[in-house]
Nanobody, 127 residues
Framework: QVQLVESGGASVQSGESLILSCAVSPSTYRPNCVAWFRQAPGKGREGSAAIRPLYDITYYADSVKDRFTISRDSAKNTVFLQMNSLKDEDTAMYYC????????????????????WGQGTQVTVSS
């Protein structure tokens, strides 16, 4: 059974950094697209970043571009989200999602295209 487990969420001050991790198991499951979504209270789920691990192709939402970096460690089957210069509006539950089909610029943000989801990790940013 495929499982995604997020970790790293915390409460931080505006301007600080956090790194989130998404551990994918079993190790034999190698998704071709892993994405980070977030959902703030009262809002819909939105894609923040995605990576196509085989080619290290990455995608970012405009709201996080130049502040967030998505990366992967294939040996650990883990995807990371480095978040710098955090803002109050980054406060949300962050979810990791995976699918077998690759990431593409036109559809990586469509949450309905992802088969596997983690339980989420909370990020709270206060000024």
């Amino acid at each position: 059974q495929v499982q995604l487990v997020e970790s790293g969420g915390a409460s931080v001050q505006s301007g600080e950094s956090l790194i989130l991790s998404c551990a994918v198991s079993p190790s034999t499951y190698r998704p071709n697209c892993v994405a980070w979504f977030r959902q703030a209270p009262g809002k819909g789920r939105e894609g923040s970043a995605a990576i196509r691990p085989l080619y290290d192709i990455t995608y970012y939402a405009d709201s996080v571009k130049d502040r967030f970096t998505i990366s992967r460690d294939s040996a650990k089957n883990t995807v990371f989200l480095q978040m710098n210069s955090l803002k109050d509006e980054d406060t949300a539950m962050y979810y990791c999602a995976a699918r077998f089909t690759g990431c593409y610029s036109l559809d990586w943000r469509r949450s309905g295209t992802y088969l596997y989801w983690g339980q989420g990790t909370q990020v709270t940013v206060s000024s």
